[in-house]
């Protein structure tokens, strides 16, 4: 029986969740999950976990924040001053604004309001968390 290497194209169906069993994403309910194995499409961990399976495998893996997201930084939290924001924004805690990056746009978290601006993280979400993922192949090509 085949099985998934570096290079197939791949299908999962996957649940992802948090060590207290919070789900934070799922193809339930939708179309399996498309990549290329080892592309670098997927977090390293995951990436990882789907080589050697085979069609109809299930597996459930853990993975350490260096293989999924990586560490929490502190230097990724810092001071925008209130100068530097839409005139128009009303910024809240727990909002997410996006900055324009070489890269694209980035997701910067409100973390505090403050009378000289805000207080923003821009780490994932995800950041310094262990996750679990229940994985299921459907197709390789």
Excluded at 125 to 131: F, M, N, Q, W
């Amino acid at each position: 029986m085949a099985t998934a290497k570096k290079g197939d194209q791949v299908q999962v169906h996957y649940t992802g969740r948090l060590t207290d069993e919070t789900v934070f994403d799922s193809s339930e309910g939708r179309e399996p999950l498309g990549f290329q194995v080892g592309a670098g499409q997927m977090i390293k961990g995951f990436d990882v976990a789907v080589e050697g399976m085979a069609i109809g495998d299930k597996k459930t893996v853990t993975l350490a924040p260096e293989e999924a997201y990586g560490d929490h930084r502190p230097e990724l939290i810092f001071d925008v001053k209130k100068a530097d924001l839409p005139a128009d924004l009303k910024p809240e805690v727990g909002q997410t604004l996006y900055s324009q990056t070489p890269q694209g746009p980035q997701p910067l978290k409100v973390v505090e309001v403050n009378d000289a601006g805000i207080k923003v993280d821009a780490n994932h979400a995800l950041a310094g968390k262990e996750l679990v993922f229940d994985i299921e192949l459907v197709a390789i090509g």
